[in-house]
């Protein structure tokens, strides 16, 4: 399977451009672990969304982190996503999005209230059948500590969905890696270093996740527990 992801547009026909970045990554973290917490796609926003990110150490009052996380919702609100299925000589195609209806997914600064968020929006029935279809347990804990590092927030949940099913020793290699997560990187030899770096700090709060890593060669994924403890999978349950 393949997902395209294509940006929006504006009343002026003008692209808006594609959600990029930790604080996109963490906003959508948010919408899903709602969704499939109380398993309805009609997203709360308001204050608690607003106290999630700070939680998460996004400051969402003032200031260009305030701009940043206004920028990304916009966008997030408006991608296009198309999912390419191909068996055989026959493609499935099926256009989606992430959100259907969002009035605005942004608020406004007010000097007596805060951070202003729309009451709710409601996610894309497609995007939504597919998060309660592939949920992945992941430590908001965990998040919190990576959520600057857009790489790192990507390969723990990668880490944390892979672990969740893995039965045996899995080898990845480099050039696969470099297909997945390197698409910023011109060559694989810039990318190596970063995406260890990225490893290594996903790993710092995944310390059960035994990866391990060869030069030349690439990760060899090996069987273990899961991100968040089985009796805490029901309370911390979100998808990757």
């Given at each position: ?89 026959v493609e499935l195609r099926q256009n989606g999005a ?64 892979r672990m969740n099913v893995l039965e045996s020793a ?70 990757g």
């Amino acid at each position: 399977m393949k997902l395209l992801v294509e940006s929006g547009r504006d009343g002026n026909a003008e692209l808006i451009g594609l959600p990029y970045g930790a604080k996109a990554r963490m906003i959508l973290i948010y919408l899903q672990t709602q969704a499939v917490r109380f398993d309805r796609r009609e997203i709360e926003l308001g204050r608690s969304m607003r106290s999630w990110l700070s939680a998460m150490g996004i400051a969402t009052v003032g200031g260009m982190t305030y701009k940043q996380v206004i920028e990304q919702a916009k966008r997030i609100s408006a991608c296009r996503l198309t999912f390419l299925t191909r068996q055989d000589d026959v493609e499935l195609r099926q256009n989606g999005a992430f959100v259907d209806q969002a009035i605005s997914l942004f608020g406004s600064v007010d000097g007596r209230q805060g951070l202003l968020w729309q009451d709710s929006v409601t996610l894309n029935e497609l995007f939504f059948r597919s998060l309660k279809k592939h949920p992945v347990p992941i430590s908001e804990n965990a998040l919190k500590h990576i959520s600057s590092s857009s790489l790192a927030i990507d390969v723990y949940i990668w880490l944390t969905y892979r672990m969740n099913v893995l039965e045996s020793a899995t080898p990845i290699s480099w050039p696969a890696l470099f297909a997945q997560f390197g698409s910023n990187f011109g060559k694989l030899s810039h990318f190596k270093p970063t995406f260890l770096d990225a490893l290594r700090l996903a790993m710092s709060v995944y310390p059960d996740a035994q990866v391990q890593v060869d030069s030349q060669k690439g990760l060899t994924l090996l069987p273990s527990r899961p991100a968040v403890p089985n009796k805490e999978q029901g309370r911390l349950k979100a998808a990757g």
